[in-house]
């Protein structure tokens, strides 16, 4: 899957039309504040309330380093251009490892004693090494670097490339309707998709786990396979559950999905990480995740 740059007579004819659009860029800052103030409501009371308030600081950091260290680099817009910010072939900013290092720094002593010996290291590697553990998360090699590292890496990569993509031009669409698996912007996987209402009512847009752009997937389609025979969905609470998993048994993969008509607070990378208990549940039915969360990396061994 690809996008295309729309030429200016097609933007003013896109401009008039009432189609829903395919592609959806965010907002960084509507997004942080939403997803720190959503992690911190799902913690009340959540198992895991410690690990979700120290994602939602981290997201607070973001926020604070989008302000204080935006992004300098220019991308240059191509007419032509194909996934124009592919993980596989964009050739980063060394501004991505600055985001990283001021991410620590405002990470110091927020966390246990592990979190600190994980910031401690991080500070203490090299440009090249860094460098390295970023292309090795990038190409999804995940047993390649430890999931504690992983964390801070992806939330500065993010960071950076969320700011290149609110470079492309609104207008933007996608090309195509195949490769639905990956972001059509950067080619990283997606986290979770989100079945909006508003404007987009009943639409279901895949929510990419980098650059925090969406794009939309119909609703009757596997997101990883595009396949549609053999979908099925579950929840733990109930059928009104506002997050379910999106299974397949042709490529025995699945993918979450909020609702927002149920719950208008849900948040992809929020709601995903509190549900995961549904992760494991699905796991447990020999099914194997899609997506990605960046607060919740496979371990070493997987």
């Known amino acids: 899957m690809s996008i295309k740059i729309l030429p200016k007579d097609e933007i003013v004819q896109a401009a008039s039309s009432f189609h829903h659009p395919i592609l959806l860029f965010s907002n960084p800052k509507n997004l942080y504040q939403r997803r720190a103030e959503r992690l911190r409501s799902l913690a009340q009371n959540h198992p895991m309330a410690d690990y979700l308030n120290f994602a939602a600081n981290i997201v607070d950091c973001q926020l604070a380093l989008l302000n204080e260290q935006p992004v300098t680099q220019k991308i240059e817009i191509s007419t032509e251009t194909s996934v124009p910010l592919d993980i596989t072939k964009w050739q980063r900013d060394p501004q991505w490892r600055d985001l990283l290092r001021a991410l620590l720094n405002k990470m110091k002593n927020n966390g246990n004693e592990s979190v600190q010996a994980t910031i401690e290291n991080l500070e203490k590697a090299s440009d090249s090494e ?19 590292k992983a964390l801070f890496i992806w939330a500065a990569l993010s960071l950076y490339w969320i700011q290149l993509a609110q470079q492309l031009p609104q207008n933007s669409k996608m090309e195509s309707g195949e490769h639905l698996h990956l972001c059509p912007v950067c080619s990283a996987p997606p986290t979770a998709s989100v079945v909006h209402f508003g404007s987009e009512q009943g639409l279901r847009y895949v929510h990419c786990s980098l650059c925090e752009s969406e794009w939309n997937v119909v609703r009757s389609k596997c997101t990883n396979c595009n396949h549609t025979g053999k979908l099925d969905y579950w929840s733990i609470d109930s059928e009104s559950a506002p997050v379910k998993a999106e299974s397949c048994g ?36 020999g099914l194997a995740r899609s997506g990605l969360n960046p607060f919740m990396f496979p371990n070493e061994e997987g």
């Not at 860094?130 to 504690?148: G, H, P, R, Y």
């Not at 042709?250 to 208990?277: G, N, R």
């Open 250 to 285: 042709d490529c025995h993969s699945y993918l979450k999905m909020m609702y927002q008509e149920k719950d208008p607070y849900v948040e992809a990378i929020a709601d995903d990480l509190a549900s995961i208990y549904l992760d494991i549940e699905m796991e447990e039915k």
């Open 130 to 148: 860094l460098e390295q553990l970023a292309d090795k998360l990038l190409a999804q090699q995940f047993s390649e670097v430890s999931s504690d």
